[in-house]
């Protein structure tokens, strides 16, 4: 078989380990861990789910080595525990039974002990251990690390890096970047200390060259230890990639993969985790030029997911591994398709950050476009029925919500007829072709679309759904998909010429002038903002409320902002529009005022409203029929997937 990606589908060897592929799954927090410090099953299973997705190696996130000075991560591995040795060494098996080698993150969070605590009034409890004495920028106060810390601080390393060669692990992973103690040592904006710790590069670098010792000790010489560095920390008085590089000269002795991340969790997180604003892989460049002065072979990692770009990375000699994190959320068997020649079947990480937001709102885990993700417990294989059991299945509307019922009621063997209305799949997702950030949630219809396809779904378009063609169908099931219309208030002048709703920018793009006013400050007019000032327009955003974008998550939303800032974007908030006219939208004020905030064009961004009359409508169409979505209520891409997958195995 001739493999299209010869170079991510080829084995690595690191000291003595074999890994099948270039393709490795990034650390991604569990979820469930107990309060005793042991890895639940939920985020076993988690881990799991990439093992089988093909990855070469399956990184289990931030096991805290110490947790007396840390607070950050709840993982840990302790013998004195009851379990805890069992509990990962369930994690390990349940990678390696697979094929794919399980790794372990050790971490240390030093003065940002606490970052990951839902009840962030409980970080300030916790010990706040740095290199020097300080008070953050929260103004939780900080306390350097004494000498005798420090030494026991190593010897947890190598005392835990012990225990998970005994759990199973087959490679370890120190972190070393991100902001966390190691980084905070390496960095001369953390690290100010007079002493053997602090000053020069190669003082800076002791503590984490004592940590990496001890864990070599621990191991023995064949066993493949990582280092995660950040090749620069890409914020002033940190340092940048010619440090990163001298860094990197000194850590390489000590370890078999040197991991070249980017920038800092707390100031940079749109770097380190690639936003959609960014270019996918905007950080290779960074392994690229410290490879050039290693003989450590090197990974890369950030907004990764495109197989040619990360083929290309590898075979242009940039990097000799790829890492994903998100990626992988989206679709787990990204790698397998890869390596199998499948990569039109792979599903695209659309970097909206429900990953970490969800974490941060609930301490679960979702992605939008996979339903599985944080539940894999709960089954990441849809059974087939019985043949007797096989039912006629109507998906009424053909958005995300839709298509993935459809796709899911197929895999079961029912018998699916998709009813599209419009001549188009993909409901509110055809807007988004407008937005170059956000092109891979416009791809996802027709990923969607294919793998329908590929499980015999009959899609009809131009069909509307009604009692009548539901009944005519002899439908067991129903699933109403129907989806959401764009509110437009009866504001005077919004029904005029120059007035464009937003779900229909992308059809009528050319119709809107230089100066463009935007009503309405939720996340479809902020992102509408945006693009229309990438392409240069002079734009006004108007929002009756007193923030922008409250229904956009935690982490999506401050980034967002940024590029409103950044662009200029002029924001009036608190601004209630009056009437529309060829000048612009004339307000109220929050003082009471009246002002003209002028553009040639509108954009009516004022939200959305389910489609209740066709929901009625059907309501009787089928024994069983289940409303899911925007239908049922205005929500997320993520609710309606969610809900599309259960209502089909519901059926
Ligand atoms: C949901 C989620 C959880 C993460 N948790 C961790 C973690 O526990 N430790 C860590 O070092 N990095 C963590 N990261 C960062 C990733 O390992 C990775 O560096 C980052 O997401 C960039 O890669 P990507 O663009 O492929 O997602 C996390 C990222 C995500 C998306």
Redesign the pocket.
């Known amino acids: 078989m001739q493999r299209q990606y010869p170079h991510l589908s080829e084995p690595i060897t690191l000291g003595r380990t074999t890994f099948r592929n270039r393709m490795f799954s ?5 979820t469930d861990i107990a309060n005793d410090g042991c890895i639940g099953p939920k985020s076993t299973a988690f881990y799991e789910l990439r093992a089988k997705g093909g990855a070469g190696a399956v ?1 289990v ?2 096991l805290m080595v110490h947790p007396s000075t840390d607070g950050s ?1 709840a993982y840990h591995l302790d013998e004195s525990i009851l379990n805890s040795l069992a509990c990962a060494t369930y994690t390990a098996d349940a990678i390696r039974r697979h094929g794919a080698m399980p790794s372990l ?1 050790l ?1 240390h969070s030093g003065q940002f002990a606490g970052t ?1 605590m839902t009840d962030k009034s409980k970080q300030h409890g916790l010990a706040q251990w740095g290199p020097c004495d300080g008070v953050r920028a929260d103004g939780v106060p900080v306390r350097a690390l004494t000498h005798e810390m420090i030494d026991e601080i190593v010897d947890s390393y190598g005392h835990v890096a012990g225990l998970a060669k005994r759990a199973g692990f087959e490679m370890l ?1 120190v ?1 070393g ?2 902001g ?1 103690l190691i980084n905070q040592f390496l960095s001369p904006l953390f690290n100010h200390r007079d002493d053997e710790y602090g000053g020069s590069l190669e003082n800076r670098c002791r503590f984490a060259i004592r940590v990496l010792k001890a864990i070599r000790e621990a191991v023995g010489p064949f066993f493949p230890i990582e280092f ?1 560095l950040s090749g620069s920390e890409f914020v002033a008085d940190g340092y940048g990639l010619g440090e990163g590089i001298r860094i990197a000269q000194q850590i390489e002795p000590y370890i078999d993969l040197l991991h070249v ?1 980017a920038g800092t ?1 707390q100031k940079t997180f749109g770097i ?3 936003s959609m604003f960014e270019d996918h892989g905007r950080n290779v460049f960074l392994a690229a030029e410290i490879k050039k002065h290693v003989k450590v072979p090197v990974a890369t ?5 495109d197989p040619d770009q990360m083929e290309e990375i590898i075979a242009s000699g940039k990097a000799d591994v790829v ?7 989206a679709d787990p068997y990204l790698p397998r398709k890869v390596t199998e020649n499948r990569t039109n079947e792979i599903v695209r ?1 659309l ?1 909206c ?1 429900t ?2 937001a969800e ?1 941060a709102a609930t301490s679960t ?1 979702r992605c939008t476009v996979n339903p599985i993700i944080g539940r894999e417990m709960e089954g990441d294989e849809v059974i087939p029925v019985a043949p007797e059991r096989r039912k006629k299945v109507v998906v009424a509307g053909g958005g995300p919500g839709g298509l993935y019922a459809a796709w899911t009621a197929a895999r079961r063997g029912h018998s699916v007829v998709l009813m599209e209305k419009e001549d188009e799949l993909g409901g509110v997702l055809k807007s988004e072709q407008a937005l170059p950030f956000k092109h891979e949630m416009y791809e996802l219809t027709g990923t969607y679309e294919l793998f329908c396809r590929q499980a015999g779904v009959d899609i009809r378009l131009g069909c509307e759904a009604t009692k009548e063609s539901v009944e005519a169908e002899g439908a067991d099931a129903l699933i109403v998909a129907v989806g959401s219309t764009p509110l437009v208030p009866p504001i005077p002048g919004l029904d005029g010429p120059n007035v464009v709703v937003v779900n229909d920018y992308y059809l009528k793009k050319d119709q809107v002038g230089d100066r463009v006013v935007v009503m309405g400050g939720g996340l479809a007019g902020c992102e509408c903002a945006v693009h229309l000032a990438q392409e240069g327009k002079q734009v006004a955003l108007v929002e009756m409320r007193d923030s922008l974008s409250p229904d956009a998550n935690v982490r999506h939303r401050p980034l967002l902002l940024a590029q409103i800032d950044r662009l200029g974007i002029d924001v009036r908030l608190e601004h209630r529009a009056l009437s529309v006219s060829e000048e612009g939208v004339t307000c109220t004020t929050s003082q009471g005022g009246e002002v003209l905030v002028k553009g040639e064009s509108i954009i009516c961004a004022l939200g959305q409203r389910s489609n209740t009359e066709a929901v009625a409508e059907l309501a009787d169409a089928a024994p069983f029929v289940r409303v899911i979505g925007d239908a049922a209520r205005v929500a997320t891409i993520t609710q309606a997937v969610y809900q599309g997958y259960h209502a089909a195995l519901d059926i």
Do not use: D, Q
């Open positions: 990034a650390p991604m927090g569990g990184t996130s931030e991560h993150e971490s990951y992973m972190h970047g991100h966390w995660r991340s969790y380190t985790h690639p990692i950030g907004g990764l997911n890492y994903m994190g998100r990626a992988l959320l990480c970097r950050f990953c970490m974490r885990r």
